[in-house]
Structure formats: C-alpha cells, structure tokens
C-alpha cells in the first residue's frame, strides 16, 4: 500500500499529469487508510476535477448516514471543492431534497467555504431553512454559519427565532446574539431569565457573553446591578463585571463596590477587571477602588496556602460521583472531554493526571489565568468591526478563525485586524472551585486524577481504592 500511495502521488506529478478524476475513484473508496489520504491529498490539488467526482460524490451522498470514516473522507473531498460554482449548485439541490441528517453534513462543508461571501444561491438556502419549522440541529449549524461570518440580512428570522417560546433556549439566545442594535425589554428580559441558577449552564455563559456583546443602557445596567449582582458567585461575577465598564452612575457603582468588599471569590478578579469601573466612576470612587484592590492583593498573597489545604482533599472523593459533576454542576465537559466524551474548546483532560501535578491541576481550576497551555492561550483580536476574544484554531495569511465560545466561531478578514495580542485572562471561568463544595471538589478531583490511570504506571489506583 506504501509503494501504490508513492507510485500515485508520483503520476500525479509526472510532467503530463495523465492521471484522472475517473483513475483517482477505486483510491478514494480503497480501504487502506494511507491510499484514502494520498487520494484525497491528490483530489484537493485538482479544482478543475469539481464536475468530474460530482457522480461519484452524489452517489456516495445516496446512502446516508454513513459510517464515521468515510463521511469524514467525503466531507473533506466536497470541502475541498466547495468554491467551485458546480459544487455550490450541487450542495444547494441536495440541501433542498436531503433528509435532515444530510442537510446538517451539508451545511458543515457550506460553513467551511473559504471565501469572503457565501455565494447567493446558499444565502437563500439559509433563508428557507431558517423559516422552515423543525430540524433544529440544522438551524444551530446555520446560525453558527451566518455568526461566523458576520453575514446581515436574517433580521426578520432572528426576530422571529429569538421571541419563539418553543424553540430551545439556546438557540434563542444565538439568535439574539446575531441580531445588531440595543435589545428590546423582551430580548433582555429573556437573557436575565438565563442567569438563573437553574438555567442550562452553557445557555448561562452564552447569555452573559452576549449580555457583554451588547450595548446596554442605563436601566438595564441597573437591573443587573439590583437583580443579577447581588447572587453572581466566583464563577458568573468575572463575566458580569465588565457589563459596568462605561457607567458613571454612582448608584450602580456603590453596589458594585459592595458586592466586592464582601466578596469570598475576590481573588479571583484581577486589576484589568476592577480599574476599568471605577476610574469611569471619577475620583470620588478612587479610595474605594484601592480598599478593592488592597484586599484582593492580601488575599493573592494567601493563595499557597489555599491550594495547600485543597491538596489535602484532593484524593479523597469517589470517581463516579466526580463523573456526574465533571459532566454536570461543574460544567467541565462545555469545554472539555474526557475520551469520546465533552466539549473541544478546551484541552483534552483524558490523561491530564500524567502531564500536571496535584497543586498544577487544583491551580488551573481556582486560579486559570496564572498560567495557558500551549494553543489554547486566549486572544484579543481588535478589528474594524469591533474587539473579538477567543482562542485562535486556525489562522492563514487571509484569515484568522477565533473560537469565542464552545462551538461558536468568528471568522476575521486579516484585512480588518488592527492589533493581536494575548489577553492576561483566560477563557475559563474564574472560581470554579468556589461553587462546589469541598467534598465535590474531591470528588471532581478523584475522577480527573484516577479515571484514566494505567496500572503500569500509577501505583495508588483511585478507581480500585474507591471501591473498597
């Protein structure tokens, strides 16, 4: 098989380039991964082959849903070819005859184009999906696409999406966040709705970013700084705080002041959070920001000691009882996975156990801004069309894809970047630690050090301890 994918490549190169789109198929459909690749490395060098593989991809798109492999073969081949004009018809007339699973596929390799615009004829596909009732997983891939790319024109399906009672609440929210201008009272109320200490925990943080996204006025302000502030934890506050960064009114100040005098998570903040506030507020709030800042330095200064008394716990828990709150009130598999299992946002945890220490991992749980692992360090990417953060998961001469939540991308026009630099913050919720209780943070703790132990290695199996 080595010799036939060098022999391949080899025609592929020879000076008459004889070989065709019709001679690369049996490659394709080869059951030997390494020809798979070498076919499809091949197949993407030759735009002009579009119309040639057509049959062949149409006829591989008649029996879905496929196997995993080989959809991801055939996603890659049509992604490969997606500005080509024949393909864009094509995925438009399998878009408006597929079955709801195909339509998804589908509309993972339309969001893939790496164009500027997405060709017209897509543009009103998205139109009619979007105002067509149900799939609803097509219409998360749809609105990913059009959040993605900043594409206008879905006012009229995002209004009519964002107020429909029966849609589910994340989804709402999505649509909300695409919508321009100031949010109406029943937008915002519905966004409050989601802060709710009983609300999906993913809906939560999405609503709270799009709460920051927006431009709020006065009253709203203020009823975050009556209702919502007053219960924010060490998790929910870090994401509020920055709501009041362009308010002068005093009032909301005063409460902003008290909730952080009294607040047990106050080490978690930062001075980029807490200076930004109270320098708008004039300086009749000046000695009031350096009390702030004075005790949260003081309890910095105690944090050792903190994480000392954490590691004592730490491998005390259960595993199973860790797995239900990796996968739930601690909301870890938003953004991470164990196995097959989780979010991709952030780094696998699978074998975490082997590359950080006890002290490392309870650190990167309190404290997330101390220290980044590598190709996961948070981004501020100022453009002509506004300030975007997230982590950078692909990034070409022309283009910066950021990822600025779990599943939710912003494509950028390099053209647009007006400075890149690396945000002190993390994308990880500050104070997570501080919402469990010590015993479920030793549950936590067991799972994520013992769930993937190898007897081989590790010599005090938490798993097999647990159980006896």
Same mark, same amino acid.
């Given at each position: 098989?080595?010799?036939?994918?060098?022999?391949?490549?080899?025609?592929?190169?020879?000076?008459?380039?004889?070989?065709?789109?019709?001679?690369?198929?049996?490659?394709?459909?080869?059951?030997?991964?390494?020809?798979?690749?070498?076919?499809?490395?091949?197949?993407?060098?030759?735009?002009?082959?579009? /119309?040639? *593989? %057509?049959?062949? +991809? =149409?006829?591989?798109?008649?029996?879905?849903?496929? @196997? &995993?492999? #080989?959809?991801?073969?055939?996603?890659?081949?049509?992604?490969?070819?997606?500005?080509?004009?024949?393909?864009?018809?094509?995925?438009?007339?399998?878009?408006?005859?597929?079955?709801?699973?195909?339509?998804?596929?589908?509309?993972?390799?339309?969001?893939?184009?790496?164009?500027?615009?997405?060709?017209?004829?897509?543009?009103?596909?998205?139109?009619?999906?979007?105002?067509?009732?149900?799939?609803?997983?097509?219409? /998360?891939? *749809? %609105?990913?696409? +059009? =959040?993605?790319?900043?594409?206008?024109?879905?006012? @009229? &399906?995002? #209004?009519?999406?964002?107020?429909?009672?029966?849609?589910?609440?994340?989804?709402?929210?999505?649509?909300?966040?695409?919508?321009?201008?100031?949010?109406?009272?029943?937008?915002?109320?519905?966004?409050?709705?989601?802060?709710?200490?009983?609300?999906?925990?993913?809906?939560?943080?999405?609503?709270?970013?799009?709460?920051?996204?927006?431009?709020?006025?006065?009253?709203?302000?203020?009823?975050?700084?009556?209702?919502?502030?007053?219960?924010?934890?060490?998790?929910?506050?870090?994401?509020?705080?920055?709501?009041? @960064?362009?308010?002068?009114?005093?009032?909301?100040?005063?409460?902003?002041?008290?909730?952080?005098?009294?607040?047990?998570?106050?080490?978690?903040?930062?001075?980029?959070?807490?200076?930004?506030?109270?320098?708008?507020?004039?300086?009749?709030?000046?000695?009031?920001?350096?009390?702030?800042?004075?005790?949260?330095?003081?309890?910095?200064?105690?944090?050792?000691?903190?994480?000392?008394?954490?590691?004592?716990?730490?491998?005390?828990?259960?595993?199973?009882?860790?797995?239900?709150?990796?996968?739930?009130?601690?909301?870890?598999?938003?953004?991470?996975?164990?196995?097959?299992?989780?979010?991709?946002?952030?780094?696998?945890?699978?074998?975490?156990?082997?590359?950080?220490?006890?002290?490392?991992?309870?650190?990167?749980?309190?404290?997330?801004?101390?220290?980044?692992?590598?190709?996961?360090?948070?981004?501020?990417?100022?453009?002509?069309?506004?300030?975007?953060?997230?982590?950078?998961?692909?990034?070409?001469?022309?283009?910066?894809?950021?990822?600025?939540?779990?599943?939710?991308?912003?494509?950028?026009?390099?053209?647009?970047?007006?400075?890149?630099?690396?945000?002190?913050?993390?994308?990880?919720?500050?104070?997570?630690?501080?919402?469990?209780?010590?015993?479920?943070?030793?549950?936590?703790?067991?799972?994520?050090?013992?769930?993937?132990?190898?007897?081989?290695?590790?010599?005090?199996?938490?798993?097999?301890?647990?159980?006896?």
């Amino acid at each position: 098989n080595e010799v036939k994918a060098i022999a391949l490549k080899a025609m592929d190169q020879m000076e008459n380039k004889q070989l065709t789109a019709t001679q690369l198929q049996p490659f394709l459909n080869s059951p030997h991964q390494q020809l798979q690749n070498v076919a499809l490395w091949v197949a993407e060098h030759h735009p002009n082959w579009a /119309s040639d *593989l %057509l049959p062949y +991809i =149409k006829n591989k798109l008649s029996v879905f849903p496929q @196997k &995993e492999k #080989e959809a991801e073969l055939l996603q890659k081949l049509m992604q490969s070819y997606t500005s080509q004009t024949s393909m864009q018809a094509f995925i438009k007339d399998e878009m408006q005859t597929g079955t709801e699973d195909k339509k998804i596929f589908l509309a993972k390799i339309m969001g893939s184009l790496n164009a500027d615009k997405l060709p017209a004829i897509w543009i009103d596909l998205l139109h009619n999906e979007l105002q067509n009732e149900g799939n609803i997983a097509l219409k /998360s891939e *749809l %609105l990913n696409i +059009i =959040k993605s790319r900043n594409i206008e024109g879905f006012e @009229k &399906e995002m #209004e009519l999406l964002s107020s429909n009672s029966k849609m589910p609440n994340n989804l709402r929210v999505s649509c909300i966040e695409i919508l321009k201008g100031a949010l109406n009272d029943q937008q915002f109320q519905f966004l409050l709705s989601q802060l709710d200490e009983k609300a999906d925990a993913s809906t939560k943080q999405l609503s709270m970013s799009v709460l920051n996204a927006k431009n709020l006025t006065d009253s709203q302000l203020e009823i975050i700084a009556r209702q919502v502030l007053p219960n924010a934890n060490a998790l929910t506050l870090p994401q509020i705080l920055p709501y009041f @960064k362009k308010s002068k009114n005093a009032e909301i100040g005063n409460l902003i002041y008290a909730k952080l005098l009294n607040f047990q998570g106050l080490d978690n903040l930062n001075e980029s959070m807490i200076n930004p506030i109270f320098d708008n507020l004039g300086d009749t709030f000046e000695g009031k920001k350096q009390e702030i800042l004075s005790k949260m330095n003081a309890l910095k200064a105690e944090r050792i000691v903190y994480l000392k008394e954490l590691e004592k716990i730490a491998k005390t828990g259960d595993i199973e009882r860790g797995r239900k709150i990796f996968y739930g009130k601690a909301i870890c598999s938003t953004c991470h996975n164990v196995g097959a299992e989780g979010g991709k946002f952030g780094p696998d945890l699978t074998s975490i156990q082997r590359d950080r220490s006890v002290h490392d991992l309870l650190e990167a749980i309190a404290y997330p801004s101390v220290s980044f692992v590598r190709l996961y360090e948070t981004y501020q990417i100022e453009t002509t069309n506004g300030t975007f953060t997230g982590i950078i998961k692909e990034q070409t001469p022309n283009l910066i894809l950021l990822e600025i939540g779990p599943n939710s991308f912003k494509r950028i026009d390099m053209k647009e970047v007006k400075s890149t630099k690396i945000s002190d913050n993390s994308m990880m919720p500050q104070g997570l630690e501080r919402i469990l209780t010590k015993a479920e943070l030793a549950d936590l703790m067991t799972f994520l050090l013992g769930q993937d132990q190898d007897p081989a290695f590790d010599s005090d199996l938490l798993r097999l301890r647990n159980k006896n």
